[in-house]
C-alpha cells in the first residue's frame, strides 16, 4: 500500500505510461480491499488488525 519510504501507491492519478485506461476495477494491497469507482475508491475490506483510519491515511486517492 506504501513505498518503503512511507509514501502512498495509491494514488489520485497515474504519473506512469498506461498500457490500459480503465481497466483496473479492484486493488488488493497489504492494508486491505478497495473496489475502482467512477467517483473515487470503495473499502470494501480491511486486513486483520487494520483501521480504517490506518488505511484511508496511507492512501492518497479517494475513498468514499
Do not use: M, Q, Y
Not at 19 to 44: A, M, S
Not at 56 to 64: F, L
Amino acid at each position: 500500500h506504501t513505498s518503503k519510504h512511507g509514501e502512498s501507491k495509491v494514488l489520485r492519478e497515474c504519473t506512469l505510461p498506461l498500457t490500459g485506461k480503465g481497466v483496473v476495477d479492484r486493488i488488493i494491497t497489504n492494508l486491505g480491499v478497495l473496489d475502482v469507482g467512477h467517483k473515487g475508491l470503495h473499502l470494501v475490506e480491511l486486513a486483520d488488525g487494520v483501521t480504517e483510519a490506518e488505511l484511508r491515511a496511507a492512501t492518497e486517492a479517494t475513498i468514499v
